[in-house]
């Protein structure tokens, strides 16, 4: 996964690869039911397009809503959901589409222009939910919505719906897990811990100055105070193993080489590349490979874009030097969710110095990735705890 410094993003593979205290987040907004509220700016082409659009067949109602904003889609499917006259052979499909999107928002991710009701969401996917043969979209949405929303017992038989239907799809696996451990506390003597390898590999001097082991030291602490649950709580540990400086590289045949400054980066090129590699100044198999380069395809010197891979659970991060020391958008914790297996979400209507989940992105079309400074919710932490037990197996941490 991958996003630009100014928000400029195209990750490529979206779909299976799948706090500290931070202030001004409430933890569910599930008690109390809200109207939903979505303003003005969604008004105006939502009348236009609902009222053309009641006998319209499903497919060009669908077309319709998706050519709008994607901040605009969601209660525009919300509304066409709730129409009367929406017929109930239409509705699968409908629903569908509006779960592709609801899957990437949450009333914990940040505060959205314009609220929802996350109850009257849950209740139409519950309602539209085949448990013999669910739907992928609608049950990741909906088991999402619950587990952030700590409901269990409505959790356990759509997770298991889901996790029969799609019995690899590790979303399914983890949310299975959090049904049977939900809220697991965790004794921070007992974290998992990820050994970090840094390896320096842009021939930039200006970054090899800033790229020392007293920075990438640095960099495991950033991690640990970042890398948290919305209420603060650590998830895994972090810790520095090995530092590999660009002068030590000199004789290596590595073809990861290649990729420290700024060549078009290939994300399953890349994969390829570090998973053959056998040298171990550049690759430590047996820790999570932080690369510092130097990017520059698309935005020349200030890109900083990043990248964080899972890798199938031998997760690596290319951190561009430039965002080193947690310069801009909270980089570090938002790659290693990537390597955790997180993907992007969106905030409807956020601007760039909105507090926002760790993995917001603006290339999602929501709204601005913001300042990424909310921790993970409890769907991203099933998530988390599931791939760092598969990781730390993977990786020979345990047996
Ligand atoms: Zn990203």
């Not at 066409?80 to 009333?107: N, T």
């Not at 790229?211 to 602490?221: D, I, N, S």
């Not at 919305?230 to 590595?254: I, M």
Request: with cysteine.
């Amino acid at each position: 996964m991958r996003h630009g410094p100014f928000e400029v993003v195209r990750d490529k593979n979206p779909y299976f690869q799948l706090s500290p205290k931070f202030p001004g987040v409430a933890m569910s907004t599930c008690a109390k039911t809200r109207r939903i509220v979505w303003q003005s700016l969604l008004f105006l082409p939502l009348g236009l397009l609902l009222t053309k659009s009641a006998p319209a067949d499903p497919a060009s109602l669908i077309a319709r809503i998706e050519r709008l904003p994607r901040a605009q889609r969601l209660p525009a499917y919300d509304a066409a959901l709730a129409d009367p006259g929406l017929a109930p052979a239409d509705r699968p499909a409908v629903l569908k589409a509006f779960a592709r999107h609801a899957q990437q928002v949450s009333p914990l991710y940040g505060k959205a222009k314009a609220a929802w009701d996350e109850r009257s969401w849950a209740a139409a996917l519950e309602a539209g939910l085949d448990s013999a043969r669910p739907d992928v979209d609608v049950a990741i949405a909906l088991a999402q919505i619950l587990v952030d929303a700590n409901e269990r017992r409505r959790a356990i038989p759509v997770v298991s719906a889901f996790k029969s239907a799609f019995p690899s799809h590790h979303y399914a696996l983890a949310w299975s897990e959090w049904c049977n451990a939900p809220g697991r506390a965790e004794d921070a003597s007992r974290l998992p811990t990820f050994p970090l390898h840094f390896c320096v590999l842009t021939r930039n001097p200006e970054a090899q100055r800033v790229a020392t082991r007293a920075q990438c030291q640095k960099e495991c602490e950033i991690l640990n105070s970042t890398f948290r649950a919305l209420d603060g709580a650590p998830l895994v540990r972090f810790e520095l193993k090995g530092y590999t400086p660009f002068v030590a590289l000199r004789n290596s045949s590595s073809e990861l080489l290649r990729y420290g400054d700024g060549t078009r980066f290939d994300s399953d090129s890349v994969a390829k590349v570090f998973n053959a590699c056998r040298d171990p100044l550049v690759r430590d198999p047996g820790a999570i490979n932080i690369y510092v380069f130097d990017s520059f395809e698309r935005q020349g010197d200030a890109d900083v874009t990043s990248h964080g891979k899972r890798n199938s659970n031998r997760p690596y991060v290319f951190l561009d030097w430039q965002r080193l020391d947690n310069r801009t958008q909270n980089a570090e914790a938002h790659e290693m969710g990537h390597a955790f297996g997180l993907e992007h979400v969106g905030v409807p209507g956020a601007g760039l110095q909105d507090s926002t989940n760790i993995m917001t992105s603006a290339g999602e079309g929501f709204g601005s990735g913001g300042r990424r400074d909310l921790g993970f919710s409890p769907a991203q932490i099933a998530i988390i705890r599931y791939h760092a037990g598969r990781t730390a197996t993977r990786l020979g941490l345990r047996k």
